[in-house]
């Protein structure tokens, strides 16, 4: 089955203990990347990365690292985490068709991560 | 520039009635915009999507409505069912970019 895995679903930490949340996709997309959810404001991108070691910061950055070593996997990681990072994260992976059609995003069910 | 706008916040309809939401956002080089649908404890899935060379794109009870001029889009639900009650989010984006900007949601509850 094609699908974007998260783990874990749900994590309480506390301030300033290192995590990463894992992203994994099994459908050979090039693109990934990380959105926050939060109540009234949508989904915010992260992070994004078009494949392998290409990574780029999206609209709210700080406070938060990625990396790329691999294409089906694509870690978040929150070296110090504080409170305003509570949040509902989602990753999401796209195949990559050059610059003329965008196409769907595929979702990870989601980690509610609680920082207190 | 780079937001869009959603509304209702929050849209409570009639089984069997319809559903419409709506979106306008201010880049006019977004040329993809897509709607999500979302239930609780899950990620946003394609639910339906159009391009800026259509005004309309239908599938089944779905349709997307698309005003160039306006910039503006609305999903409209007909026939709305109990099961379509969940969270629907636009979004934009730019060919090339695969960067979707999101609207803020709307939480849909269908009564039976």
């Known amino acids: 089955e094609a699908q974007v895995t998260q783990n874990p679903r749900y994590l309480i930490t506390v301030t300033g203990k290192k995590l990463t949340v894992t992203c994994s996709q099994n459908?050979?997309?090039?693109?990934m990347s990380w959105y926050r959810q939060d109540p009234g404001l949508g989904l915010r991108q992260i992070y994004y990365?078009?494949?392998?070691?290409?990574?780029d910061k999206g609209d709210v950055p700080e406070g938060y690292k990625v990396s790329r070593k691999e294409k089906r996997n694509f870690p978040l990681i929150l070296e110090s985490p504080s409170p305003n990072q509570t949040s509902l994260y989602f990753c999401?992976?796209?195949?990559?068709?050059?610059?003329?059609?965008?196409?769907?995003?595929?979702f990870g069910q989601g980690t509610r991560l609680t920082v207190v | 520039q780079q937001q869009v706008k959603q509304s209702p916040q929050s849209l409570i309809v009639q089984k069997g009635g319809i559903s419409i939401i709506n979106c306008a956002y201010e880049?006019?080089?977004?040329?993809?915009f897509p709607w999500y649908q979302q239930f609780p404890g899950k990620g946003p899935a394609l639910l339906i999507a159009?391009?800026?060379?259509?005004s309309e794109k239908k599938e089944g009870r779905f349709t997307i409505s698309f005003n160039k001029s306006a910039k503006q889009f609305s999903l409209h639900i007909m026939d709305s069912q109990p099961g379509d009650s969940a969270t629907y989010f636009c979004?934009?984006?730019?060919?090339?970019?695969?960067?979707?900007?999101f609207g803020t949601g709307t939480r849909l509850k269908v009564l039976a």
């Open positions: 979004a934009a984006s730019t060919s090339g970019t695969y960067k979707y900007i």
């Open positions: 990365s078009m494949n392998v070691e290409v990574t």
């Open positions: 159009i391009r800026p060379d259509v």
């Open positions: 459908m050979n997309h090039e693109y």
């Open positions: 880049n006019t080089a977004f040329d993809y």
């Open positions: 999401a992976s796209s195949p990559v068709r050059g610059p003329v059609r965008n196409t769907e995003a595929f």
